[in-house]
């Protein structure tokens, strides 16, 4: 189309030497494990505390549970993490910016069902910047009245334009297929609540709320281990309570069933969403259902995305994921489609599902996903943000580095057997889910396939 | 911290190598994780796609992955997996990279497949239509089936430019998608990816002695190729204020966009990041100049930010590059009523500049994050990659916290005073959607 005497496409993809042989791999080199520091200090905040990493940065995660069954929790728990760093009696909102940036750093808080997570980072030497301003939060937050307002106002409108995410539909559609009024699908509060929330109500939540105990701080960076407890345990001292902080209450087991079809009007893609049960993060079947998981849609080389991406162009991504809370976990599968292909999509996708549960995954399919998940693993955690992200998860379940160090060899043992086993999850019977999509275009299609309840 | 220099190797055949280890030769220092980053920067984007070929650039980005002569389709992607590595590719402006981040026992195996496809990829007419499909359907993703699509990087040049290279939609219109063909696919490949118009970059857990011999031993026999001449996308600037509007079926508020000529990158690179520094001063964090004013003091936006670059970061392009500032706001509030007050506190910083403790606010946040990307390998990787190429010195991604701080309060203010209404493009999103979001 450009060079005017260029070779045809035949002709670029020979040689005349032909083609070559994959280079093998060479020897590993294994890396070091982070010094780690993990504790409960006095007030039952647990700190983990990791040296990772060659910049001179660290990284701060916190994560508070923060369940609430009341109906009104959601808008009351989202206005607080939107002004929680807005006041307190020593800084306003623009001191508490101001007093991060001098230290290169950053603070952000956001709530969903099960947790108040604070996210933040700064250079190392300005790390008692950072926790100073996050302490002055956690102990003093005022929610000044203006602030509140304002907030609350911008989060009506930040609502509707989530609300508009065909992603985020989706997913609230299938939170309350799965789990009904459970607080777990509650996730994007209701524009008419948050506009009722008062600054004393919020108050009121901090202060039953965001607690210690039970609680979870993560430092990972260029940092001493030992040292950097000493400081949260001095810096932290004034945060505390005997009551702890809010789990989740249990999931209920997410039964298979038929999938649910919901109209958006315009849309010209479909959101398909399907869930099934799944062990815990800590159960001793879950290296081998990671490894299943990833043979069927849990990375690209997956025979869910080399079928209906690779083969069929049905898709730009399919994914194949799990959802961990302390005692439960679950496997979410996804896909976007346009419209006319939707329903030859789910047909595709049960077909993996069932196969995977009948056909066990090959040997290969096997040492590859098994290759991936080990160097995943390596890679995800190579970055001082990427540990702490990684920390967080974990400890969340009651783990920590140990585990982290220890699961290479944990998906080393795993045999091929086990994976067999595991695939077992997959019965396409054991699903249930969602397609958010343009139901006059999907509706007559769908019906014929079966299995889908139509609005 | 000193960002170790990056070490550089030009093979024969003209493909420039860019070697950053974590550990100097020699040193005794542990280094970092056994993890490496491999990228390959192609010296063309979609500027240079032809008209009646939108998104070509994009979609053969696609097909880079579908095959080469000792590869059949989908041993890519397994390839790199199977040895518990990640990758991806994407389309700029200016540019195509490509990338593997891998435990750094696959090293070789990562340059092999590089290799590959840089000497010989498998262009087939099945493969061209299966990625037809995909491309599409990452469009309908991305940009058709949602809120705020394009907003503003496909929406905005075509207001701002004239030409078609600067104007069109990098994505592409279904039609030329669907237009093109196996031989547009040779072509192109012949033309724009030649070794002499890549750069390779490596980094990470790596001795740069044998990572040369290995890049040696599996890129030296890529025959050298004609380059071609690297056209200019020079245009004016617009002599007054242009104006659209575009109707969004999906968004429930109005939006705004307003788009400005920046310097050039590359031949005013100190007056680029001037306008680098205005655009922290503006938007970045609750202490910044546009969320002071039309977040919480006037309460007229939902959201605002300002930046340098139409891709979400700055240095990402060469000349004409765009400055944005972006708002989404609700109906009540009138298009003017927010450009009016982003004018007002340009004018403001025009005339006062900003102050020392902003500047140096700005600073420590910039240096910080800049740490911080490049902790994480793939980013490091694809930053020296794409400076080596735009720039022609992987150095200045070490350079760029000093030369940051340098800016000065004058300078800031001469970058505010550029962005003149009368040379601007402004576009509007106007919902067209009664729904509610749409879950009925």
Redesign the interface.
């Known amino acids: 189309?450009?060079?005017a005497t260029?070779?045809?496409?035949e002709?670029?993809?020979?040689?005349e030497?032909?083609?070559?042989?994959?280079?093998p791999?060479?020897?590993?080199?294994?890396?070091?494990q982070p010094e780690t520091v993990d504790t409960v200090l006095q007030n039952g905040l647990r700190v983990i505390a990791a040296r990772h990493?060659?910049?001179?940065?660290v990284e701060l995660r916190l994560r508070i549970p923060f369940a609430g069954e009341d109906p009104a929790h959601p808008a009351r728990a989202e206005v607080l993490a939107e002004t929680l760093?807005?006041g307190t009696r020593r800084r306003d909102?623009?001191s508490?910016?101001?007093d991060?940036?001098?230290?290169?750093?950053?603070l952000q808080a956001v709530v969903d069902p099960e947790r108040l997570s604070i996210t933040g980072?700064?250079?190392a030497s300005g790390m008692e910047t950072l926790l100073d301003v996050l302490t002055d939060a956690l102990t003093e937050a005022s929610y000044p009245e203006h602030e509140v307002s304002?907030e609350r106002?911008?989060l009506v409108?930040?609502i509707?334009?989530a609300?508009?995410?065909?992603r985020t539909?989706a997913r609230?559609?299938l939170q309350y297929h799965r789990y009904g009024d459970h607080p777990f699908a509650r996730e994007v509060p209701q524009a008419v609540d948050v506009a009722e929330v008062t600054p004393e109500q919020v108050r009121q939540l901090h202060r039953e709320a965001v607690l210690p105990r039970g609680s979870t701080l993560v430092l990972v960076g260029d940092i001493d281990p030992a040292a950097t407890v000493e400081t949260v345990r001095r810096m932290t001292s004034g945060w505390q309570s005997e009551d702890a902080a809010r789990e989740l209450p249990a999931l209920p087991e997410v039964a298979g069933g038929d999938v649910r079809l919901?109209?958006?009007?315009?849309?010209?893609?479909s959101q398909l969403r399907f869930s099934a049960q799944a062990v815990p993060r800590t159960d001793e079947r879950y290296p081998a259902l990671q490894i299943a998981n990833l043979v069927f849609g849990g990375?690209?080389?997956s025979r869910l995305v080399?079928n209906i991406?690779?083969?069929?162009?049905?898709?730009?991504?399919a994914h194949s994921t799990f959802e961990f809370t302390p005692d439960n976990g679950t496997i979410l599968v996804d896909a976007?489609?346009?419209s006319e292909v939707t329903a030859a999509a789910l047909l595709e996708i049960r077909y993996e599902l069932g196969k995977l549960a009948l056909v066990p995954p090959s040997e290969a399919e096997v040492?590859?996903a098994r290759?991936?998940a080990?160097?995943?693993l390596?890679?995800s955690?190579?970055?001082?943000?990427?540990l702490a992200s990684m920390l967080m998860n974990v400890a969340a379940l009651g783990l920590g580095q140990d585990w982290l160090s220890e699961h290479p060899d944990r998906l080393r043992a795993v045999t091929h057997q086990q994976v067999a086993e595991a695939a077992r999850w997959y019965v396409p019977t054991a699903f249930t889910g969602v397609v958010?999509g343009d139901a006059e275009q999907l509706g007559e299609q769908l019906r014929g396939l079966g299995g889908v309840t139509l609005? | 911290?000193v960002e170790p220099q990056p070490h550089r190797v030009t093979l024969p055949n003209g493909l420039r190598v860019v070697l950053a280890p974590?550990a100097e030769p020699g040193s005794t220092s542990?280094g970092?994780?056994?993890?490496v980053g491999v990228s390959v920067h192609y010296d063309v984007g979609f500027r240079s796609e032809?008209e009646g070929?939108t998104g070509?650039a994009h979609l053969f980005e696609h097909l880079m992955f579908q095959g080469?002569?000792?590869l059949e389709?989908?041993a890519h992607?397994?390839?790199v997996?199977?040895?518990?590595?990640?990758?991806n590719g994407s389309t700029h402006q200016d540019y195509t990279d490509y990338f593997q981040?891998?435990?750094?026992?696959?090293?070789?195996?990562a340059l092999?497949l590089e290799a590959?496809r840089m000497?010989?990829?498998?262009?087939?007419e099945e493969n061209l239509?299966?990625?037809?499909?995909?491309?599409?359907?990452?469009i309908?993703?991305n940009v058709?089936?949602?809120?705020y699509g394009g907003f503003p990087w496909i929406l905005l040049p075509p207001v701002l430019y004239s030409t078609f290279a600067n104007a069109h939609n990098g994505y592409g219109d279904f039609t030329d998608l669907e237009r093109a063909t196996?031989?547009?696919?040779?072509?192109?490949?012949?033309?724009?990816y030649a070794p002499g118009n890549a750069v390779l970059t490596i980094t990470g857990?790596i001795d740069v002695d044998h990572a040369t011999d290995l890049v040696h031993k599996h890129f030296g026999?890529v025959p050298a190729r004609s380059v071609?001449e690297r056209p200019s996308f020079a245009e004016p600037a617009p002599s007054g204020e242009l104006r659209d509007r575009h109707q969004d079926?999906?968004?429930?508020?109005p939006a705004v966009a307003l788009g400005y000529r920046l310097p050039d990158p590359v031949g005013e690179l100190d007056e680029y990041l001037a306008n680098v520094v205005l655009a922290a001063v503006l938007s970045d964090?609750?202490?910044s100049r546009l969320q002071?004013r039309l977040?919480?003091r006037d309460?007229l936006v939902?959201?605002v930010h300002a930046g340098a670059g139409l891709m979400g970061a700055p240095l990402d392009a060469r000349d004409p590059d765009t400055f944005t500032i972006t708002a989404?706001h609700?109906p009540e509030v009138t298009t003017d009523r927010v450009v009016d007050a982003v004018d007002s506190e340009l004018e403001r910083l025009a005339t006062e500049g900003p102050t020392a403790?902003e500047l140096?606010?700005?600073t420590?946040?910039w240096?910080?994050?800049l740490?911080?990307d490049?902790?994480?390998?793939v980013s490091r990787t694809l930053d020296l990659g794409s400076t080596e190429l735009l720039h022609g010195r992987a150095e200045l991604v070490g350079e760029l916290p000093a030369r940051v701080g340098a800016v000065t309060a004058e300078e800031v203010a001469s970058a505010a005073k550029a962005l003149r209404p009368e040379a601007r493009a402004v576009l509007e999103i106007e919902p067209t959607?009664e729904?509610?979001?749409?879950?009925?």
């Not at chain 2, 000497?119 to 087939?124: E, F, G, K, N, Y």
């Open positions: 189309m450009t060079s260029h070779r045809s496409a002709r670029i993809g020979h040689t030497q032909g083609p070559r042989p994959l280079p791999l060479a020897e590993p080199r294994a890396g070091r990493g060659a910049v001179p940065m760093l807005t909102r623009v508490m910016d101001t991060l940036a001098a230290v290169g750093g950053t980072d700064a250079l304002g106002d911008r409108e930040r509707t334009v609300r508009s995410q065909p539909i609230e559609e919901v109209h958006r009007e315009g849309a010209v893609q990375y690209f080389s080399e991406r690779e083969d069929k162009g049905y898709t730009y991504g976007d489609t346009a040492e590859s290759q991936y080990i160097g995943g390596l890679t955690t190579s970055s001082q943000s990427g958010v609005p | 911290m974590d542990p970092g994780p056994p993890v032809p070929r070509f080469s002569e000792s389709k989908l992607f397994r390839h997996q199977g040895s518990g590595g990640i990758f981040v891998l435990p750094s026992n696959a090293l070789e195996r092999f590959d000497r010989a990829p498998r262009l087939t239509r299966n990625q037809v499909d995909v491309v599409k359907e990452e309908r993703l058709l089936n949602r809120p196996v031989d547009d696919c040779a072509a192109f490949f012949d033309t724009y857990d026999d071609p079926p999906h968004a429930p508020l964090g609750d202490a002071q977040v919480y309460s939902v959201d989404i609700s403790e140096s606010r700005v420590a946040r240096s910080a994050g740490h911080r490049h902790d994480r390998l959607s729904a509610d979001g749409g879950a009925a």
